[in-house]
């Protein structure tokens, strides 16, 4: 099975055929519309086989004329842009830290950082009504606090919906949590120690990460694709290693921030490999229900058989931020999670839980989910293909199915640390690839969101990133 995505795939077998002379310099090369039809190819994937022929210096663009082969040569390497108080290796924790406290610095005009949606495509006024319900028929309800595990009906609700996913979850088996952020730190808090050893996706969330150092946990990172997310084959060598892995925390359903899908024979063979192992696998799901198809993507849950497994999830990104809504499911470790739920922050806020209990037991909630998705695949598409127009030849975008977020590979010498820099001087924010990992790996590679509709303020702000990537 050919593991490269589509686009690569594609421009290797017209590099064959341009190196066996099928096709010959001075060609006019298939047209975009030609290469869609022909290939059965989204734009964005057509437009990036282009400009990764033309990162490899076999074709050049005319003016009003298409694309034409060229003899191959090495295109030059491009000047790094100066990143700010370059040093020394810092902390993720503090490295994290630094990115966020210069964007609250500065005043932002275009924000690519965010993975939520713009405030208009979430139901506001729907959550707004059915909070406005809850306090006429309560009048005392900020007056009195809620359970620990969160409300009932809510509960109800979200395992009545893991059913569509092929999970069996119990609403006693559930606790509400203040986002998926919460039910992971409760997660980790209820399987480790200080010094304990977690493995992670590489690149994985940057959150994550701060949440692993304030817990004093050692990190231990498993390359990860835009394809089909973590490496099965090099997380079992860690896993046959001398060091014991107490925990992995993977998001097997569009990934943060790769937006990669596990196949399901990789999830079953993932979650067969923990429980053979005796490693915790904790799942966060907090992107599942942006998938493009009307079809559920399988959660991990769906194969565990030995009560392995934490799953965690969130309404965060689907429904509206403000309510800071998350779930965790913790199987045999609930009774643990309980407590230290109760012992961190106790019960969630009522009102927000009774306004989106309300509201997703109705059909209108699937068809708002159906609107979103649509909604996010457009924009997706419009800034992927505004980015491969503005940025560098032989610059990568990831093809996700759906979610918020794009990543974004710049060529070889460029450093998204500095873009960072540089871009928040003229009110645009990003977030560099070197807050997504320990290691240097990422340094050329940067997050960018997609939640707010596509206008002539984001193409604009998009072509200012692509000409400071072009500046010495």
């Known amino acids: 099975m050919n593991t490269l995505p589509l686009y690569r795939q594609l421009a290797n077998h017209y590099l064959d055929a341009i190196r066996s002379g099928t096709l010959k310099t001075g060609e006019r090369f298939p047209s975009i519309r030609l290469m869609m039809e022909k290939h059965a190819v989204s734009l964005s994937t057509a437009v990036q086989v282009c400009r990764e022929l033309e990162g490899q210096g076999v074709l050049e663009a005319r003016p009003r004329s ?69 306090l006429r028929q309560d009048p ?65 969330f940057h959150g994550l990460l701060q949440i692993l150092e304030s817990l004093s946990l050692r990190v231990r990172e498993v390359p990860a694709t835009a394809h089909c997310g973590i490496n099965l084959i090099a997380l079992e060598q860690i896993l046959r290693g001398p060091e014991r892995i107490h925990a992995l925390i993977v998001m097997p359903n569009l990934q943060n921030p790769l937006g990669s899908i596990m196949p399901d024979s990789h999830k079953a063979r993932l979650v067969q490999l923990c429980s053979e192992h005796g490693t915790v696998l904790i799942e966060d799901d907090t992107y599942g229900d942006l998938v493009d198809t009307e079809q559920p993507l399988s959660t991990l849950k769906h194969w565990d058989r030995s009560d392995n497994l934490i799953y965690c999830a969130s309404l965060n990104k689907t429904l509206a931020p403000g309510v800071r809504l998350g779930w965790i499911s913790a199987g045999r470790w609930h009774d643990r999670v309980e407590m230290l739920k109760h012992s961190q922050s106790r019960g969630c806020e009522t009102l927000s839980q009774l306004a989106v209990s309300a509201f997703m037991k109705t059909p209108s909630y699937e068809r708002y989910l159906r609107r979103l998705r649509k909604t996010l695949m457009q924009q997706r598409q419009q800034i992927s293909s505004a980015i491969l127009q503005h940025f560098p030849p032989g610059t990568r975008v990831t093809e996700p199915r759906g979610g918020t977020l794009l990543w974004v590979e710049l060529p070889s010498g460029y450093s998204s640390m500095g873009l960072f820099h540089e871009a928040l001087k003229r009110g645009i924010q990003i977030l560099p690839g070197d807050i997504f990992s320990n290691t240097p790996g990422f340094a050329h590679c940067l997050r960018i969101g997609c939640g707010t509709p596509f206008s002539p303020q984001i193409e604009q702000a998009l072509a200012t990133l692509g000409q400071l990537l072009e500046q010495p």
């Open 66 to 134: 298409g694309n034409y082969i060229r003899q191959p040569d090495t295109p030059p390497r491009p000047i790094p842009l100066v990143v700010p108080d370059a040093g020394a290796y810092v902390g993720i924790h503090q490295q994290v830290s630094s990115v966020l406290k210069a964007s609250q610095r500065a005043t932002i005009k275009v924000n690519f950082a965010s993975p939520y949606c713009a405030p208009q495509l979430y139901p506001l006024k729907i959550l707004q009504d059915h909070m406005a319900k809850a």
């Open 140 to 204: 005392q309800l900020l007056g009195r606090t809620g359970p620990t595990c969160g409300n009932l009906a809510l509960r109800n609700i979200l395992a009545r919906r893991a059913l569509t996913c092929k999970t069996q979850l119990s609403a006693e088996q559930i606790v509400i949590t203040n986002g998926a952020s919460e039910a992971l730190n409760l997660a980790l808090r209820a399987v480790t120690q200080p010094g304990d050893t977690v493995a992670v996706e590489s690149p994985t």
